[in-house]
């Protein structure tokens, strides 16, 4: 252990608690009370030999040599208070008093200690104060100021010193005063030092910090330029940074982002802080250059903090800045939509709960208190003397009523078997205008009934096709037996088929009701029966549209429905002539990221769809 380092342990040992923490504040202590503590005590080390070589020393050398406890009394103070500052001020009084006591009688102005008065602003310097620089340097021209008036006066006592003498003593003065002031610039220089690599170390630190962080700050102008951006920006989107200064980034912002992005940077400008998630591209992995990826960022930004009045005058016209802080917060919003997701399946299956119950009760109960209640009045035959022909008319609507329950079964079994995944499509060749022709047929004669005109076109050349065959018809018999059922006495239903490429097309159109724009969009859904002023008017258990929707889906094909309230209604199918299984179920990939949607956007889809084409709904499988 050197005696450097006991000293230092000395020192520190006397530092306040409030400077022990700081590495540049306890540089400044120990600064402070290592010249006063080793001064104080060199003096009084040299005070015997100064009395073997001078004699009996005077009052005022005494006083002088007094005087030098002073500096130990400084350094308690500021051990016991912390007060830097303070410290400063009462070691520049209690060196100007030393001064001028020793000047005053030694000669004034012109005494060698006269020197030392411009030690006092050199040593208050290193408080890093103007205001103590400023005190000090008051001070000592106070002092110099009484010396001169005090010896123009004649009021100081007459030095019996001989001239060679006062010309050692003016020696000894000046390099005493310059052996201080040379230690106090190595001080200001070990200081300053000091202070450079501590500066060095904290930039280090922030630079380790942002390096390694993985959110990315930034600093902004109000324009939204980026004057820094931290390397985590390289890991999160995929790019070097230095593609990312000036107007990179905001290049990268998903371009129905950009204005809330800029709005957020200006408002920080101005003294607010904000938030916002919007969405920035990603630079895609592999050699996938083709491929648009973005993710969500979510941006806290607010003004970057100056010190403007203090020691930059000439930031004041600067344009304000903005610092921001950007984390990836793409799991987060799969999350939300995940969760948004659910809850409308959810939603969707209570609806559809309360549309089955609320259909199965008409539908199940009517044709059961039918089977019931004719059955009764067979059975009682005798009874109620039922003919021949009354038996008939019975057993006809006992058996009605079964073969329409035995449909709503099947519908729902099939119905279930699709949702379910486990309807399966045999695939055979067939043509597709007899099936269309058979279809028509059988529901010519309750057109005739329904008063309503039923015209098919399938041209005679319509090439054969792939597919179900019992898909097919189910699907011609849903649509036209709902057109025929939406259509009031006097109406029209239109059947056509084409051929467009490689697809068939069927074309179901009507003069009916009609179905509203607000209904148009769930069209489909299972249980669902569109309108309220016709909702129970007709039979049905809401499940033909859907079926045909969940068939045509199975057979990769297309389904478009087209209708105005009061006008009609148009249903096309398109159907591939050649229908392939696919070998393996497409897997959803996650690509939530391409065209991700905020909360109330996907609240709002929907409506938005339906206020931007309020006559077209377009399904596709």
Not at 109 to 116: G, K, L, M
């Amino acid at each position: 252990m050197t005696v450097l380092s006991i000293i230092r342990d000395c020192l520190d040992a006397l530092l306040h608690p409030s400077a022990r923490y700081d590495a540049l504040m306890r540089a400044r202590h120990r600064a402070f009370m290592a010249p006063r503590l080793l001064g104080s005590l060199a003096a009084f080390a040299a005070f015997p030999v100064y009395l073997a070589m001078r004699g009996a020393p005077s009052a005022v050398e005494v006083a002088a040599f007094a005087w030098l406890i002073a500096p130990i009394l400084l350094s308690w103070f500021l051990s016991r208070t912390g007060r830097y500052e303070g410290a400063h001020v009462l070691s520049s009084l209690a060196l100007a008093g030393l001064i001028m006591a020793v000047a005053g009688t030694t000669g004034g102005i012109e005494s060698f200690a006269a020197v030392w008065l411009v030690v006092v602003p050199l040593e208050a310097a290193l408080s890093a104060s103007r205001r103590v620089a400023a005190f000090a340097s008051l001070l000592a021209l106070s002092c110099a100021g009484l010396l001169i008036l005090v010896g123009q006066l004649g009021w100081l006592p007459v030095a019996d010193t001989s001239a060679a003498e006062r010309g050692v003593l003016m020696a000894c003065g000046v390099v005493s005063a310059t052996l201080y002031a040379a230690g106090l610039a190595f001080g200001a220089e070990s200081l300053a030092r000091t202070s450079v690599a501590l500066l060095s170390r904290e930039e280090e630190r922030y630079r380790l910090l942002a390096r390694n962080m993985s959110d990315v700050v930034s600093r902004h102008q109000r324009n939204g330029a980026v004057q820094f951006i931290s390397p985590a920006a390289e890991a999160m989107l995929g790019m070097p940074v230095a593609q990312l200064l000036g107007h990179g980034l905001f290049d990268r912002v998903h371009v129905a982002d950009r204005p809330a992005y800029l709005t957020a940077l200006s408002d920080a400008a101005r003294g607010d802080v904000r938030s916002i998630e919007f969405r920035l591209r990603r630079e895609p992995d592999g050699s996938e250059r083709g491929q648009v990826d973005f993710l969500w960022v979510e941006m806290r930004c607010r003004p970057l903090d100056r010190d403007i009045g203090h020691n930059y005058h000439s930031d004041v016209t600067r344009e304000a800045e903005v610092v921001a802080v950007m984390r990836d917060v793409t799991d987060h919003k799969l999350s939300e939509q995940a969760l948004d997701q659910a809850r409308s399946a959810a939603e969707a299956a209570d609806a559809a709960k309360t549309r089955f119950l609320a259909t199965m009760s008409h539908e199940l109960r009517t044709p059961l208190n039918a089977i019931i209640g004719f059955s009764e009045m067979i059975a009682q035959e005798q009874t109620l003397m039922l003919g021949a022909a009354q038996r008939q008319e019975y057993a006809q609507l006992i058996n009605d009523s079964g073969q329409h329950l035995l449909s709503v079964v099947n519908g729902i079994l099939d119905m279930s078997k699709m949702e379910s995944g486990n309807f399966e499509i045999a695939s055979e060749p067939f043509a597709p205008r007899a099936s269309l022709l058979h279809c028509c047929n059988l529901l010519a004669l309750k057109a005739r009934e329904n008063g309503i005109d039923l015209i098919t076109d399938a041209p005679q050349d319509l090439p054969v096709m792939t597919g179900d065959p019992r898909a097919f018809k189910q699907i011609v018999l849903n649509l036209v037996a709902n057109a025929i059922k939406f259509t009031e006495r006097g109406g029209q239903v239109s059947v056509t088929a084409s051929v467009s490429g490689s697809q068939l097309t069927l074309r179901i159109s009507d003069t009916g009701v009609g179905i509203a724009p607000d209904d148009l969009k769930r069209i489909g859904a299972p249980f669902f029966q569109a309108g309220k002023t016709y909702q129970r008017r007709h039979e049905g258990t809401g499940l033909g549209l859907s079926i045909v929707k969940s068939l045509v889906a199975l057979h990769l094909g297309e389904l478009t429905v087209q209708s105005s309230l009061g006008e009609g209604t148009a249903v096309t199918v398109r159907l591939p002539l050649v229908y392939t299984p696919p070998q393996v179920k497409p897997v959803e990939s996650k690509v939530a990221t391409l065209t991700p949607v905020l909360r109330q956007d996907l609240q709002d889809q929907t409506h938005d769809q339906s206020q931007d084409q309020p006559a077209l709904v377009k399904k596709s499988a």
